[in-house]
Structure formats: structure tokens, C-alpha cells
């Protein structure tokens, strides 16, 4: 209960799903990563990014560099 005092989003899960997803209308829209992947020589295209991983693109929150996961790629 201490972690959660300090840090309420400390077991937040880091993929939340979209509501469309959830809904099931459409298969584009799994998913947003949370705080982002941090991912330096990867290029997001191996298991190493947290979001390639996961089946989603990486987003604004993002912290890569050189990233090759991205909408259009």
C-alpha cells in the first residue's frame, strides 16, 4: 500500500486499449502505450520495443529513436 500511496499509477497497466477496441468495431485501434517506448538501435521492429510486442504503432509518448513503427511505415 505504500507504492500506492507514492505512485497511484504504479500497477497501471502500460498498454491501455482504446474504447473502440474494446467495442470491437474496428482492428486498427488495438491500443496506446502509456508512457511510451524508449527504444535506441531496435527501430521498434523487434520484441525488445514494448510496443512492437504489443501489436500497436508508437505514439506521440514515444522516446525512440529512428523509429520504423509508425502509421504509413
Given at each position: 500500500?505504500?507504492?500506492?500511496?507514492?505512485?497511484?499509477?504504479a500497477?497501471?497497466?502500460?498498454?491501455?486499449?482504446?474504447?473502440?477496441?474494446?467495442?470491437?468495431?474496428d482492428e486498427?485501434?488495438?491500443?496506446k502505450?502509456?508512457?511510451?517506448?524508449?527504444c535506441?538501435?531496435?527501430?521498434?521492429?523487434?520484441?525488445?520495443?514494448?510496443?512492437?510486442?504489443?501489436?500497436?504503432?508508437?505514439?506521440?509518448?514515444?522516446?525512440?529513436?529512428?523509429?520504423?513503427?509508425?502509421?504509413?511505415?
Amino acid at each position: 500500500e505504500a507504492t500506492l500511496e507514492r505512485n497511484p499509477n504504479a500497477f497501471r497497466p502500460k498498454i491501455a486499449s482504446s474504447p473502440a477496441a474494446r467495442g470491437g468495431q474496428d482492428e486498427e485501434a488495438v491500443g496506446k502505450h502509456n508512457k511510451g517506448c524508449h527504444c535506441k538501435k531496435s527501430g521498434c521492429l523487434k520484441k525488445y520495443c514494448e510496443c512492437f510486442q504489443a501489436g500497436i504503432l508508437c505514439s506521440e509518448n514515444c522516446k525512440c529513436n529512428d523509429c520504423k513503427n509508425f502509421e504509413g511505415s
